[in-house]
């Protein structure tokens, strides 16, 4: 799709599913190729196994770096290694350079000293390359950071370092770990959302599916707490790494899944009380776990902003935080991937403080409380209570 076919579909969203307010401008930028991630993948056509480029947009030109190893790959002294390859992932840090990971099951003599030739040349002509890693999934699958992972992945650094940087922002992702393709408007990401939510003095912030913890170490400085949770270990380390580059404050990272139990654990210290700001960067095609919505209102955050590629999706939540007294404040359409046809939407929430919705939450409160009434009546006085019984005649003596 084109950003115009989006913006139609979105339009038709919004008026289909009765979404209230506007949508603000779009959120994208150009996305450079030398700051975009490429792969070469092996694909199975016809009866052979071939390395086949992956672009991360359709039509989009390949950098020289990304050429060259291309060409060096299919050399005939690179048989053997090229034979035990899985994938090639060029993991682009935002300013024209690469970390490369390579995905190869080098169990033979032979298929080593490829991989061990490989590296040589890559460090030796292609300056673009600031790391070299070898990793190996057990069982053998393709690896990709965007999904959960649920086999073992070993790393092993060549050279280099197992953190990239992000451009120039002074913060650093673990090579495993998981950030979109297109880096160009991804790294210009915090600076949207601190324009959209307007922090005041005092506010505290807390990521979910945080990553590397780019959006929260990039804010950090503005809030008196921040704080972080994913359930990789990759996201641990790298978030270790920003907590040291945080000019002001620090972030807590935890890691665990997102559950419903962990809000009234966390934020029934008296500590941890204030003005909160949740983000929820949410998987591609998946919403809030069962019961944690519930969990998220109860806890009463200053705001939530929900980061959605789903609109199916996107529909429910916004039902579903309005019944629990949360009003849709804005609404920004993100194209953080131009090129690939698919668009995210951030949505911000605020409490409903003015009883806007019909069901401000103390007010609902106050009506679905039981009273009890002061005396109960009991038998032997309602005993003593006379009745009057009229009695009236039948339809054949009204006749006579």
Known sequence: MT??????????????????????AWFTKEALPENCDWRFIVKKIGEHNTIVLEAPAKGMEAPDVVKKIGEQIRKDHLRIFRKAVRQIWFRATGDGRFALVVQANCHGKDSAHGYK????????????????????CQP??????????????????????????????????????????????????????????HPAAGDKFFEFYSGCSFVAAS??????????????ESAMLSTRQ??????????????????????PKFFGKAANEGRWTFYFNLPAG?????????????SRPERILLQLSDLEIATKEIRHLRREGYMLRKSIPLCLEPGRGKFEILLLFVPDRAGLLGQNPAQRRIQNSVKRPKERVSREKSANIPHFVQSRPTFKQRKD
Request: hydrophobic share 40%.
């Open 140 to 197: 053998d699958r393709p690896f990709d950071p965007a999904f959960k992972q649920t086999v073992r992945t070993d790393c092993k650094c060549t050279f280099g370092s197992d953190f990239m940087p992000l451009a120039d922002t002074g913060f650093y992702m673990h090579v495993l770990d998981w950030a979109p393709r297109m880096k160009d408007a991804w790294i210009s990401l915090p600076a949207r959302i601190k324009d959209a939510i």
């Open 3 to 24: 950003l115009e076919d989006m913006k139609q579909q979105l339009e038709s969203w919004a008026a289909n599913e009765r979404i209230p307010g506007k949508f603000q």
């Open 242 to 263: 920003n907590s040291h580059n945080v000019a002001a404050g620090e972030i807590r990272f935890h890691r665990m899944q997102l559950e419903a139990g962990f809000f």
């Open 117 to 136: 030739t490989f590296a040589e040349f890559v460090q030796r002509t292609c300056p673009e390359i600031i790391s070299c890693h070898q990793i190996q």
């Open 286 to 298: 998946e919403g809030l776990p069962s019961g944690v919505l519930q969990a998220v209102a109860a």
């Open 219 to 232: 804010l950090a400085g503005l809030f008196a707490q921040t704080e972080t949770l994913d359930c990789r």
